[in-house]
């Protein structure tokens, strides 16, 4: 099996999975009567974004805009707050023709945005109740931050967003739907304060993937972010949002070592290769750092990834495994906890076709 | 100052200080009178091996391996349980005649090695408490393991390696001097268990930082491996094995929002460019995901980054922090929980010297 031919650690990305995911998340979109802005931050590969096949996307890093921007991709939002010294390059996409939607949450960003003198587009981030970045919806500085944009532009102001990232603490539909509610209230509020002070405002962004998959109302809405779906894992997984086997992304790892008297099996993906993010354990404190599956990305029942050092990923067996069912050289892949993490290790994609591996698909890492 | 220019995050390495931890190491090893194979897992970088000054080093991938023989490296050990798979790939290394150690801990993967008819000399990996990989030196099948090399070769055993990880879970001087003893103890009885079955054994090694700084005896040891060393970090600082004002190496990062209703500054620093690791926070809980430095690396009391996403790190501020002080835009350095994860996020390393900006160094990431 070629799965037994590539260097490990590596990752394996399932298309037939991708694919269903990107499905699943666009009949939420349209279910809700939302458009969809894919958050690459994710993937940050080119292919997958072909695949999303969205024309609006979402950005975490400048380098991301710039990749995807010399891939095609002309209508951007950078989600993250940008610091003033980062604006001229911003403006060079500008320049590109790149429709490139920046965001600030306090005046003087603002300020220094209309001083570039560069034609942005600007989004005020609001908080609402994640408490990451953004403004409070009834803060003062809200309106505050939207004074410092004049009439006389080119830099302007085009709307609001936001983030339910605390939507990932509850583990039920209902309750992410009610976090959905709250992120829909309080960003459409923002927009109707601005409104109401007479500013013109044409987005309001809201979006995670457990809120835009669980949503019952999107009215006020006029797109969603969302990153993690296409690939989805164990994070998601242990929170109810998806199953173990829609997870689109697995490390291929290899057996180095046994350590008898600790009844371990140890594997070349450790904590560079999976990152040492643990999310999935709030809800599911046995997934350690991933959970340990065959070849063709079963879970192996109990089997996980209990500690982690730089390059060792340490597996306690139970009373219902053997080292013999493990020796040295066994391939096996590894769900992670949290995909954005995990890819970040790797240049590269290898595609898993309907159980055939096939191209290699780049990334674009760093800042 | 050029700390404002660069682009961010990115990392600093403080020379001055690296050159301080490479002669405090070498001294130890000289009071020690144990020969120092330091491991580059941590900076990954010829420069950084070259300023550390050994002949013989460690590595933690075959990646490494070539690049530091491309860069004229030719006493290495991978000091990582090798699979059969990478037999072919590590042989490449034998025949430019690099004088490799590698490392099994089954007698199935030393039977595989004898098999490959390369001529690899062969380190046993012995388990000192650690947990880790390895076998217990009391374990028959250490003497099993050895069996396997006849003495026709052309593949050798050569010696015995162990690692005390678990000095990391102490933060005395004297308990770390314990677990060193304890280290030491163990693979010298692994090398007396094999000299005494007749086979000859040149390597005896040990090693991890702050075994290797704070042992109070090397006898029968042949060398001491050790990595973090050079740069430090918080979680060493959090066990006493360093001062703040040892820490090498930090990431600039930019102030990029604030919220005010949760009472936070944000950076551009968040999971990927400071990692997920959290080792220091099992001795000084308050350190979160790194400390928080003005811009000479001076850590500002209580201010730490609390929390972290994709690409913002949280910076929760106290009752004696002020808003006002830290507008977006502003640069601080971040000391990180733990080096060898943090730099794995980037391609360089900016070197200040002197307190100036210098050179940009290399580093090799991946497998």
Same mark, same amino acid.
């Given at each position: 099996m070629a799965l037994e031919?590539?260097?490990?650690?590596?990752?394996?990305?399932?298309r037939n999975r991708l694919d269903a995911n990107i499905a699943r998340m666009r009949a939420s979109a349209e279910r809700l009567g939302v458009r969809l802005r894919?958050?690459?931050?994710?993937?940050?590969?080119?292919?997958v974004a072909r695949r999303v096949g969205a024309d609006a996307i979402t950005v975490s890093t400048l380098r991301e805009a710039e990749y995807f921007a010399d891939g095609g991709f002309t209508d951007i939002t950078y989600a993250v707050g940008i610091?003033?010294?980062?604006?001229? +390059?911003?403006?060079?996409?500008?320049?590109?023709?790149?429709?490139?939607?920046?965001?600030?949450?306090?005046?003087?960003?603002? +300020?220094?945005?209309?001083?570039?003198?560069?034609? #942005?587009?600007?989004?005020?981030e609001v908080d609402c109740g994640d408490g990451r970045a953004g403004i409070a919806p009834d803060d003062p500085r809200l309106l505050e931050?939207?004074?410092? #944009?004049?009439?006389?532009?080119?830099? +302007?102001?085009?709307?609001?967003?936001?983030?339910?990232?605390?939507?990932?603490?509850?583990a039920d539909a209902d309750g992410v739907a009610r976090i959905a509610e709250e992120e829909r209230q309080a960003i459409v509020r923002a927009a109707d304060t601005l409104r109401s002070a007479g500013y013109a405002i044409n987005t309001v962004s809201a979006?995670?993937?457990p809120t835009a998959l669980m949503s019952r109302d999107a009215t006020g809405l006029t797109e969603y972010r969302a990153g993690v779906y296409v690939f989805f894992d164990m994070d998601q997984q242990s929170r109810g949002v998806c199953q173990e086997?829609?997870?689109?992304?697995?490390?291929?790892t290899t057996v180095i070592g046994h350590n008898r008297s600790a009844g371990k099996v140890l594997l070349d993906a450790g904590g560079l290769a999976l990152s040492k993010d643990t999310g999935a354990n709030a809800f599911r404190p046995e997934v350690g750092y991933g959970a340990v599956c065959d070849l063709d990305a079963r879970p192996i029942d109990g089997l #996980?990834?209990?500690?982690?050092?730089?390059?060792?990923?340490?597996? +306690?067996?139970?009373?219902?495994?053997?080292?013999?069912?493990?020796?040295v050289g066994r391939r096996l892949r590894v769900l992670p906890n949290h995909a954005c993490m995990t890819a970040a290790a790797y240049e590269s994609y290898n595609i898993l076709e309907d159980g055939a591996l096939g191209a290699v698909w780049g990334r674009c890492n760093g800042w």
């Open positions: 031919t590539l260097e490990t650690p590596c990752l394996i990305l399932d894919p958050h690459l931050k994710t993937a940050k590969s080119i292919e610091a003033p010294g980062r604006l001229d +390059r911003a403006g060079k996409l500008v320049a590109r023709g790149v429709d490139l939607k920046i965001l600030v949450d306090t005046p003087d960003a603002a +300020r220094a945005v209309v001083e570039s003198g560069i034609a #942005f587009k600007v989004l005020i931050t939207a004074a410092a #944009f004049g009439s006389e532009g080119p830099a +302007r102001l085009d709307g609001v967003l936001t983030h339910a990232g605390h939507s990932y603490g509850i979006g995670s993937t086997d829609d997870v689109a992304l697995s490390v291929l #996980f990834v209990t500690s982690v050092s730089q390059e060792h990923g340490h597996v +306690r067996l139970g009373p219902s495994h053997s080292f013999e069912d493990y020796p």
